[in-house]
């Protein structure tokens, strides 16, 4: 029996498609990746988006900025993504979150576009997807006191890449883990947390056009490579990759309230 699968963090936008997208779907549905949430990272690439969604069953969209681009926020921004989330092919707000790795924003405009997208989601019941990178701590501090305050959108760590100790305040909150080709690279030494992670809140991911999966590393990511990520989960887990593909496929389409 063959597998059904969901990719929930690909950025099929991102212009290393162009060229091709049409094939890059057609090898998804036939290594049984049937869906694609498809994630903006800025203005000009949560409309492309959904430009693409229009022309292509298969994808949803998700609407944010991302934290590099967070000095670029507006409200005349946070009003666009609005306006785009009316669309029922939006399925989350993002990506947005924290990266005190690269700063290519400061601190401060990183936060202030995350309350604000934070806000959105709530105000639109929508789920909002994170990228923390190097800011597990804050990140967690600062969903812990949004829950405190009774606000608690469901919220997806994409690339989940902190502690096991930081994997805990996360899980006492709900949230939700995608993983993907990381899991496969050489030097991956976060096992302790795929195995930590709650079956039922565990997503799969691929983060195309980047971290393509063990043997195809260095090359551009596509959909098509999620179930290799998934065979290694399962490994690690020591679970069939059935009953984490199952597992996964439920998780998505309760996340993102897919329907047929």
Known sequence: MSLEYIDTHAHLNDPAFDPDLEAVLERAR?????????????????????????????????????????????????GLFDSLAADSRVVAIGETGL????????REAQLKSLEAQLDLADSLSLPVVLHCREAYPEMASLLEERAARGHHAPWMVHCYAGTLEELERFIALDCWFSLGGMVTFRNYSNQ???????????????????????????????????????????????????????????????LFEFTA
């Open 192 to 254: 302790a947390v795929v195995r930590r992670i709650p079956l039922d809140r565990l997503l799969l991911e691929t983060d195309a056009p980047y971290l393509a999966p063990i043997p195809h590393r260095g090359s551009r990511c596509e959909p098509w490579m999620l179930p290799i990520s998934a065979e290694r989960i399962a490994q690690i887990r020591g679970e069939t990759v059935e009953t984490v593909a199952a597992a996964c496929l439920e998780n998505s389409t309760a």
């Open 99 to 106: 990266d005190y790795h690269y700063m290519h924003s400061p």
């Open 30 to 78: 036939a290594a049984g990746v049937t869906r694609i949430v498809n994630v903006g990272a800025d203005d000009k690439t949560s409309v492309k988006s959904l430009e693409q969604a229009a022309r292509h069953g298969c994808l949803r969209v998700t609407v944010g900025l991302h934290p590099h681009e967070a000095s670029r926020f507006t409200g005349s921004m946070l």
